[in-house]
């Protein structure tokens, strides 16, 4: 009978330790790897089996170096052949695959299993891409200028700037032609704007894919030139302050046109040097001129006092023609001409202007007429008139029988 001790064991420690052995004679090894393909060996105590994916050459199997014999890659061939897999395996060459794990075996099925992506991946053009399918028409449309685009940006799944400028730079490509959609992505990536997006109506996974409110700025009528409009966008209005350009960027310039349209038939400055000012010069004055255009009388009452108009010594009396004239002066001199409105209207007074001969449409000096009386004059901001204006105010009443009345 033996002698030996017997001593308390537990299983537990025994299942742990075979599952680490065993576990530990599994081996995954890179063996070839660059721009588009790789091959990854599997390795256990009895077999050896490879990963062949070869998308350069259009070949895709999992090779038994025992057997001989290879099997198709499908989803359960490679949950198979990735079943043991702990740790990530490291791609630095593969452009479009970073990593391996088992979270990769969707990437790399719907990639080999799709002539699209395989097209793609040969011209190196899914780096980064997280999301392929949203880029396919794109690359349909234009594979040289997605190409381009690719070489250009820094990246182009940039969801904030880069991948939200692709449905603009292709409908461009679409609209203008290759040179101006490439003009405006190169310009894009020289600009600090931080965000940039066509529109925010229609969305796939947070990017746009509706250009039509930045586009209806090159309707005919607006009169905008592509390339202007582009550097105006991404260099002018940044410098203006506006970092991000969305949809509210191009309703506002749209709106600054379409008010510039209705207030003087025509657009004055169509790249303002403050938007954001500009359009709210162009509210105020839309809301000045809606007192006086209820009167159909405003021409036919400055009509009664032409032969008011003067001009000498480098000076002139304009008489204001409609009532746009009446808002812009009152909005140039930063004082409050269009509250006369109404007066004038009424026939009660009349506000002429004194400018500069040399320069008839810039605003000087606005000055009020109640019958034979020249009873008020002030420049900007409501600045008293120099001697020099007021000696040529006082000899233009000598000559249109006026009393100058101001003290």
């Known amino acids: 009978m033996s002698n030996a001790t017997i001593s308390t064991v537990s299983i537990k420690d025994y299942i742990v330790a075979f599952n680490e052995e065993q576990t530990a004679r599994i081996n995954y090894e890179v063996i070839l790897e660059n721009n588009t393909d790789f091959i990854i060996s599997r390795k ?6 490879e990963l062949v994916i070869l998308i350069s050459q259009g070949l895709y199997y999992i090779k038994d170096n ?11 061939t490679l949950k198979s052949f990735f079943r043991n897999i702990n740790e990530d395996i ?33 011209h190196n053009v899914l780096k980064g891409i997280s999301e392929p399918g ?14 381009k685009i690719v070489n250009i940006f820094p990246t182009i799944s940039d969801a904030t700037k880069y991948r939200s400028s692709i449905p603009l730079i292709f409908e461009l490509d679409r609209l203008y032609g290759y040179n101006e959609a490439v003009y405006f992505a190169e310009k894009l990536v020289r600009s600090g704007v931080r965000e940039f997006t066509a529109d925010y109506n229609s969305h796939y996974h947070g ?19 592509l390339r202007r409009l582009i550097d105006y966008c991404l260099f002018d209005l940044y410098a203006q302050g506006l970092s991000i350009l969305n949809s509210s960027t191009w309703i506002l310039y749209r709106d600054y046109l379409d008010m510039q349209i209705q207030f003087y038939g025509k657009i004055r400055e169509k790249y303002p040097a403050s938007l954001k000012t500009e359009h709210d010069i162009m509210v105020l004055k839309s809301n000045e001129i809606k007192i006086l255009e209820q009167s159909e009388d405003f021409a036919s009452r400055n009509n009664e006092i032409k032969d008011l108009a003067y ?29 006369y409105a109404e007066r004038i209207i009424n026939g009660e007074c009349y506000v002429l202007f004194l400018r ?3 320069s008839p449409s810039e605003s000087l000096v606005t000055f009020q007429v109640s019958g034979k009386k020249l009873c008020q004059a002030e420049g900007k901001s409501h600045r008293s008139i120099t001697k020099e204006e007021r000696k040529f105010l006082e000899r233009w009443c000598n000559e249109k029988n006026m009393n100058y009345a101001i003290e």
């Open 44 to 49: 256990t105590l009895k077999t050896e089996r």
């Open 66 to 76: 025992g057997t001989k014999k290879n099997e198709n890659v499908t989803t359960a």
């Open 90 to 122: 490291i791609l630095n060459s593969v452009h479009w695959l970073s990593i391996l794990n088992k979270d990769s075996i969707e990437i790399i099925e719907s990639i080999i299993s799709n002539d699209v992506y395989t097209d793609m991946c040969r």
């Open 134 to 147: 949203w880029y396919v028409p794109y690359w349909k449309q234009n594979q040289k200028l997605f190409m």
């Open 207 to 225: 990017i746009s894919k509706d250009c039509k409110k930045i586009l209806t700025l090159l309707e005919p009528k607006y009169s905008l030139q």
């Open 311 to 339: 001009e000498q010594g480098g000076y002139s009396v304009i008489i204001p023609e409609q009532p746009q004239d009446l808002v812009d002066e009152g909005i140039s001199l930063s004082h409050c001409v269009g509250s």
């Open 356 to 358: 500069k001969t040399a």
